[in-house]
Nanobody, 127 residues
Framework: QVQLVESGGGLVQAGGSLRLSCVASGRTLSNYAMGWFRQAPGKEREFVAALSRSSGATDYTDSVKGRFTISRDNAKNTVYLQMNSVRPEDTAVYFC????????????????????WGQGTRVTVSS
């Protein structure tokens, strides 16, 4: 069992930057593939970014490519989402997710592929 706690959300102006953190407890994150998802008001939760267990592969939804970066620090048991050049349409609650896997290369982009979820951190981008 792994517990995930997100932080770093808040209010930011369009064009600004924010870094979200997801700290894990209970298990080492080096055994997990990781992902970030978001849910905007009135919309379904959607995929944002994914990181393979090896950290050698990433994937992003088209709308954040070139602006967001997912990474991990295994020593801190933490996964990050660096958000640059944010836009009002990035406003959402952001969730991190973990998948226990023996596969070190694949990334996972759908919600059902993940085993554990955090409670989310809210990001609001003002125009």
């Amino acid at each position: 069992q792994v517990q995930l706690v997100e932080s770093g959300g808040g209010l930011v102006q369009a064009g600004g930057s924010l870094r979200l953190s997801c700290v894990a407890s209970g298990r080492t994150l080096s055994n997990y593939a990781m992902g970030w998802f978001r849910q905007a008001p009135g919309k379904e939760r959607e995929f944002v970014a994914a990181l393979s267990r090896s950290s050698g592969a990433t994937d992003y939804t088209d709308s954040v490519k070139g602006r967001f970066t997912i990474s991990r620090d295994n020593a801190k048991n933490t996964v990050y989402l660096q958000m640059n050049s944010v836009r009002p349409e990035d406003t959402a609650v952001y969730f991190c997710a973990a998948r226990n896997t023996t596969m070190i290369f694949p990334v996972f982009t759908t919600q059902r592929e993940y085993d554990y979820w955090g409670q989310g951190t809210r990001v609001t981008v003002s125009s």
